[in-house]
């Protein structure tokens, strides 16, 4: 690298590292070890390799991946070009990632499924440019090791790739968000003081071991991993979530952060109890929970196994950013909240008329935030029953902010299921269970499940002269739903409840379910 080239590297970029500390063990997934320059080499590498098949700035890929060294590769390749990186969970079904493909306008897509060819079907017709496999070679697929084969060009990155997160909102058809906060910070103070907020939460020496368990098509799992990146961190990656293997890598590794899903840590209390305590786990010294309710009892629960004062939440959207943060040692101040507002954040609670109510009282949670979203990918502007003029965000959850400005999430106002820290969308599973020959009407709801947080349950009302049962009805989601959408329970009755107005009043189907729950979430 030439000393005009050094000067153009950022702080905090993968280029950085590898010239502030080359020989430093960067990541780790089982049995592969990067050192901060090799991390760099390889993207450097695949950068060239991704821009001889014509891949250049604007360009959208599509990385449909597990948690895996590959992601961190891929990622810095694409920033090192200029690309988007658009995050696809690996088990949404071909028809699934076909309409994601569509509605973006992506023009490649990367994936480590063991068999890539039934995907390949979903891109015939699609303006894909360029289809890698990682593992696997296969007709109409670039194999990823053969795309890093040259390197002729040192590419020096203006940050991280831009992502995009699929979310479905209200509704079952899934809708882009663009993550441009870093750019939108270079000239808006307002953006840059919010993001130094988050981040001072966060804040990592380099020091610092941290276990990446949060899947790499969501947005906390890429912020966790770039986040560590930036601070020059030691990064150990686990691809599937497995209690007893996270308690160990945090052993082997001593690793000093890690931030989970609630369900993560109710499988490993809910191992034998003499399991977890065969594991040192002395090195932690930050905890994170989000993404989904977390209860006074689990929060209690991990301050007794990893040790008092460690665990902080973050609560937040797709849309709007992170809003809230409860440090370490504050939960049993003020049990069952979800934290304070960063800076630069505004939050209301309001009636079913939209005026804001008294404090303390609950309401309707309304977000304004430096990045809230003003519209999806390949859409219009959001209407007013999703943001208002002011810029408020309709979150779509209910709670109340107390006289401290601690805000309370106590319920939810859009259908929403969030099942091991994932968001489950009852209008899509409704729409594949609707096609059915069989099915009238259906109502799926989400119902306690003690591990999981909530699990899908169908209700469903049958056509007068068809006849089918729950096994035909489950069978049939199968070919249509990603296996973590499915139903695990589908109850068929004779007519579905709704009010006068012909709405079906799930408040009602949920009722049995949840009387006696810490939360109805």
Known sequence: MSATDANKILPATIEFWAQEKPDAVAIIEGDRTFTYAEWNERANRLAEGFAQKGLSAQDIVVVRT???????????????????????NWRLTPSEIEYVLKNSGATAIICDDPDPLPLREALTDLPIRLAVSVDTPAEGYEFFPHLMKNFDTERISKGDAPRIIYTSGTTGLPKGVVSNAQQLALNDPKVAEYLRD?????????????LITLPMHHAAGPSALTGAMHAGNQIVLLRRFDAVEALRLIEKHRVTNWTGVPTMFKRIAGLPESVPARYDVTSIKK????AAPVTTDLKDWIEDFFGEGLLSEG??????????????GRHKLKPGSCGRLH???DVQIRDEDGKEVATGDVGEIWVRTPVTIKEYLNAGPLDRDTMDAEGFFRIGDVGRMDEDGYLFITDRAKDMIISGGVNLYPAEIEAALSSHAAVQDVAVIGIPNTEFGEEVKAFVELKSEVQA????LLDH??????SYKRPKTIEIIDELPRNTMGKILKRELREPYWKGQERNV
């Open 469 to 472: 049962n729950a096994e035909d």
């Open 66 to 88: 597990q948690i895996r060294i590959e992601w961190a590769i891929i990622s810095s390749a694409l920033a090192k070009l200029g690309c988007s990186l658009l995050g696809a």
């Open 343 to 345: 800076k630069n954040v």
């Open 198 to 210: 988050v981040a001072a939460d966060r804040s990592a020496s380099q020091d610092e071991v941290v």
């Open 315 to 328: 609560y937040g959207s797709t849309e709007t950013g992170m809003i809230t943060y409860m440090p370490p």
């Open 287 to 290: 905890l994170g929970i989000g």
């Open 477 to 482: 989601a199968a070919k249509h739903l990603a």
